[in-house]
């Protein structure tokens, strides 16, 4: 057998495996969990070329163009497939970051920043402890495992070099950043209802007795009270977002329908 016969045999079967690697680097691009600068490049690499390795006697890929531009327009639109699941998952985690930053600043965190590796940018506190929390539920309810069942069934709902661009991708996408400010004003609302009724009774105090510095109190007693209030409601913070975290799936599957032909 001649290495010209063995390239026309191997090379379909390589188009193919870059077609199912192509969609789950789109996904672990747009991850949460994985997606941030302090996982290794070669991390992100290996763990793409195992799960493509993993699920190629799983996933049936059809016939590939053997034109390098149909080719590569098609691999470029299995990345976006992929980026867009990923979406789902990174607006969840954004309303996480939105009630933080809300909360943050309510309680007197505003001037204290940290630096996230994963974004490479200041985050507030309380986002820092957010997002941290959702990673740790969201690897306890094995939804790790649910990404994995999701590219399988990604592959059901809309073939290789099959995608399409729909009308309703657009209220698709519009209703998940609508959903993020849900999430956030919902885990945001204790704290801010009670810093708001905090402030209030530190203005009649302020009225009551005048020699009472209240702005040099407030700082004190909203932290304080912020932190209170967040411990107080620890356990509906962890039950909405194990919530939000199962929904995921639903959300998914929209996705994969607007995607895909309805």
């Known amino acids: 057998m001649t290495s010209t016969h063995t390239i026309q045999i191997m090379l379909p079967q390589f188009q193919a495996f870059l077609a199912l690697i192509s969609r789950i680097g789109g996904l672990l691009a747009a991850l949460p969990v994985l997606s941030g600068r302090s996982v290794p490049l070669k991390v992100k690499i290996a763990l793409m070329l195992v799960l493509g ?10 016939s590939v163009p053997f034109e390098p531009f149909t080719l590569t327009a098609g691999l470029m639109r299995e990345m ?6 990923g979406l789902a998952v990174r607006m969840f985690f954004g309303g996480l970051e ?8 309510q309680m007197g965190f505003g001037v204290v920043q940290l630096f996230d590796p994963a974004t490479m940018r200041q985050t507030s506190l309380v986002a820092q402890f957010f997002t941290l929390l959702a990673s740790l539920v969201f690897l306890s309810l094995n939804a790790h495992l649910l990404v994995v069942a999701t590219i399988v069934s990604s592959y059901q709902a809309i073939p290789a070099f099959d995608a399409a661009l729909p009308s309703g991708l657009g209220d698709e996408v519009l209703n998940l ?3 993020m400010f849900v999430i ?8 801010l209802v009670t810093i708001l009724l905090i402030n209030i009774l530190l203005a009649v105090l302020g009225r009551a007795v005048s020699q009472i510095n209240v702005f040099a109190l407030s700082f004190p007693v909203t932290i304080a009270g912020g932190l209170v209030v967040l411990g107080l409601a620890m356990p509906f913070t962890v039950s909405l977002m194990a919530r939000e975290i199962e929904r995921l799936e639903f959300v998914i599957d929209g996705l994969l329908k607007a995607l895909g032909h309805g």
């Open 53 to 62: 390795i993993a699920l190629a006697p799983v996933i049936h890929v059809p």
């Open 184 to 191: 956030g004003l919902t885990l945001a609302a204790p704290v």
């Open 98 to 105: 939105l009630a933080g930053e809300l909360v943050g600043v």
């Open 80 to 85: 976006a497939i992929g980026l867009m699941i």
């Open 177 to 179: 950043a609508q959903h």
